[in-house]
């Protein structure tokens, strides 16, 4: 389904080990726990990787790449001491200990609660009123795999790739174990080849200088697009990236069918379709190019029958308790939640589904 191209020079790669993909001649990268890393840019630090590696220092390897961050991201790189206990103890910690030793910081406070924020059941809507039951699917900047998570739940073969490599490996271990997961930067020539029914990128499309040719690659791969939370410049957020005006979302988009963010978000958490149409005040857009609209939800996301659901760790009996100000500040205004009285811990039926769709049960990975 997937098949790996130099992002230099464009001629396949092979296994030529067990830890490293080959041109034949002499290019090779390293690959770790089954992700590839192809990322341009990084060639110093993919020859380092496969130096380890040709000397079975694989906790070693593991180490570099996982010191690795996007250009967004202004913290240095943690302590090697930090990474290394990672590494030893990745069979056995939580996903959040994990994402603190990666110093993640906010990013982690983020991934580890994006479970019940307001653009995650936006995401949700725009999934489920143009759900087709894909056999296949492509993430773009996946992050740590929530909806790899969800697709792999949903029976569908999901290939996530991210320009960090440390999100995919955290994704392996803690998220979306069975995901296809391939490390590159989507701003060079993309170094994978494959076909799929759907193509997708949540809160992250924003993030792409270069959002034509994105789209354009995503075109060639899947017929149908689904694009959620791409922030509206003409709106104040707190993220990094380069947002969309809604003309230019128009523009290069010009047959999809166009959301809001709060609109998804409401009709996620009430179980009802959303309604199409976006304007200037919406927080953010959502895209989807050729699909269809259901004519009632499908319930994608929805936890099957007697999957573990546990109380939002977000609540208390005195109300939302943010991780920081400033996710306070970024999500709790559109919070969906209300800390009602739930059980800390019960099992999925159907009289707890509005509680799930309003995000106060959650099923949450086994150790988040």
């Not at 603190?100 to 479970?115: M, S, T």
């Not at 029914?197 to 994105?214: E, M, N, S, V």
């Not at 800390?339 to 309003?358: F, K």
Request: charged share 20%; hydrophobic share 45%.
């Amino acid at each position: 389904m997937i098949d790996f191209r130099s992002p230099r020079t464009g001629r396949p790669l092979r296994p030529d080990t067990p830890h490293s993909l080959s041109d034949g001649e002499r290019e090779r990268w390293p690959v770790i726990d089954d992700i590839a890393y192809l990322r341009v840019g990084s060639e110093a630090l993919a020859a380092a990787a496969l130096e380890r590696l040709d000397a079975g220092d694989e906790a070693g390897a593991l180490v570099l790449l996982l010191a690795e961050n996007d250009r967004w991201w202004p913290e240095p790189p943690p302590p090697a001491a930090q990474l290394e206990r990672l590494v030893a103890g990745r069979e056995r910690l939580s996903l959040r200990t994990a994402m603190e030793l990666l110093g993640w910081g906010r990013v982690g406070d983020y991934f580890a609660h994006r479970w019940s924020d307001p653009t995650f059941t936006a995401g949700l809507a725009l999934m489920d009123a143009h759900w087709t039951q894909p056999h296949s699917a492509f993430e773009l900047a996946c992050g740590i795999g929530h909806y790899l998570r969800l697709l792999g739940q949903a029976g569908v073969a999901a290939i996530g790739a991210d320009v960090v490599f440390a999100k995919l490996w955290v994704a392996r271990h803690w998220v979306a174990p069975s995901a296809t997961l391939v490390c590159f930067d989507a701003e060079q020539p993309w170094p994978v080849a494959l076909s799929v029914d759907l193509a997708c990128c949540h809160d992250a499309f924003y993030f792409l200088g270069d959002k034509a040719g994105a789209a354009a690659r995503l075109r060639e791969i899947a017929p149908a697009l689904l694009l959620a939370h791409i922030h509206n410049r003409a709106h104040p957020n707190l993220s990094s990236g380069a947002s969309m005006s809604l003309a230019e979302v128009r523009a290069l988009f010009p047959e999809a069918t166009l959301y809001a963010d709060e609109e998804l978000t409401a009709a996620a958490t009430s179980g009802r379709l959303p309604k199409p149409g976006a304007d200037e005040t919406t927080e953010a857009f959502a895209v989807a190019e050729g699909v269809p609209a259901r004519s009632r939800p499908a319930g994608f996301g929805l936890p099957a029958p007697g999957a573990v659901l546990v109380r939002n760790p977000l609540c208390s009996d005195e109300g939302p308790q943010w991780p920081s100000p400033r996710y306070a500040e970024e999500y709790g205004a559109r919070a969906t939640f209300a800390c009602a009285a739930v059980p800390e811990r019960t099992v999925m039926v159907p009289a707890w589904l509005d509680a799930v769709r309003r995000r106060e049960l959650l099923a949450l990975p086994e150790r988040w």
